[in-house]
Nanobody, 116 residues
Framework: QVQLVESGGGSVEAGESLTVSCVID?????????MGWYRQAPGKQRELVAS???????NYPDFVKDRFTISRENARNTLNLNLNRLKSEDTGLYYC?????????WGQGAKVTVSS
């Protein structure tokens, strides 16, 4: 059974940076799948904030472009997200999953809190 385990995050001031990571257990085809980072802000629906193809091409929505960077380590079944120049609206739980369709049960998420 595929298991998604997010880590990292924390509480920072606006303008600071954080990194969140995700290890995907029991997923032998990780290197053949596009992956994404999603976030859920308090009281809002979960949304995609970054995606990376199996070949390493990345894509971001405008509201995080030039601030967030997604990367993957195929040998370690790990997905990373660097969050820079954080804003209070970036507060939320960050999750990893396949993209464009999240195929697996969500992990516990990595909590990011940004105070202004």
């Amino acid at each position: 059974q595929v298991q998604l385990v997010e880590s990292g995050g924390g509480s920072v001031e606006a303008g600071e940076s954080l990194t969140v990571s995700c290890v995907i257990d029991n997923f032998p085809s990780f290197n053949a799948r596009a992956m994404g980072w999603y976030r859920q802000a308090p009281g809002k629906q979960r949304e995609l904030v970054a995606s990376i193809s199996k070949d390493g091409s990345t894509n971001y929505p405008d509201f995080v472009k030039d601030r967030f960077t997604i990367s993957r380590e195929n040998a370690r079944n790990t997905l990373n997200l660097n969050l820079n120049r954080l804003k209070s609206e970036d507060t939320g739980l960050y999750y990893c999953n396949t993209e464009p369709v999240p195929l697996y049960s969500w992990g516990q998420g990595a909590k990011v809190t940004v105070s202004s």
